[in-house]
């Protein structure tokens, strides 16, 4: 199951995490988030203990959305070692993603 990244552990469980990291900022009005959050559980599961995988709502954390300049959403940003390694904007389809994370692997 993807975990839930707030401003308050974006800094723990984010920049300071072992293993790289995927990002899904999203809302809940939002269409496209929607579509993609079933995308988004699967690889948590595929993926579990080889990359931590979790989601952003970006109306109830908008300090770390404004830190990374988040204006359209859904949008995906893979960390390694604390460091931005990558990013998706707008609802991807599976292998792509896959593509992205297999890369940080």
Do not use: H
């Not at 401003?7 to 809940?28: C, G, H, S, T």
């Not at 993609?36 to 908008?62: C, F, R």
């Not at 390694?85 to 599976?94: I, L, V, W």
């Amino acid at each position: 199951m993807a975990m839930t990244f707030t401003d308050a552990n974006f800094d723990k469980e984010v920049f300071k995490a072992k293993e790289p990291v995927l990002v899904d900022f999203w809302a809940e009005w939002c269409g496209p988030c929607k579509m993609l959050g079933p995308t988004i559980e699967e690889l948590a599961k595929e993926y579990s203990g080889k990359i931590k995988i979790g989601k952003v709502n970006v109306d109830e954390n908008p300090g770390i959305s404004s830190k990374f300049g988040i204006r359209s959403i859904p949008t995906l940003l893979m960390f390694k070692d604390g460091e931005i390694a990558g990013q998706m904007m707008g609802a991807q389809p599976k292998a792509s993603i896959k593509i992205k994370l297999d890369a940080l692997l």
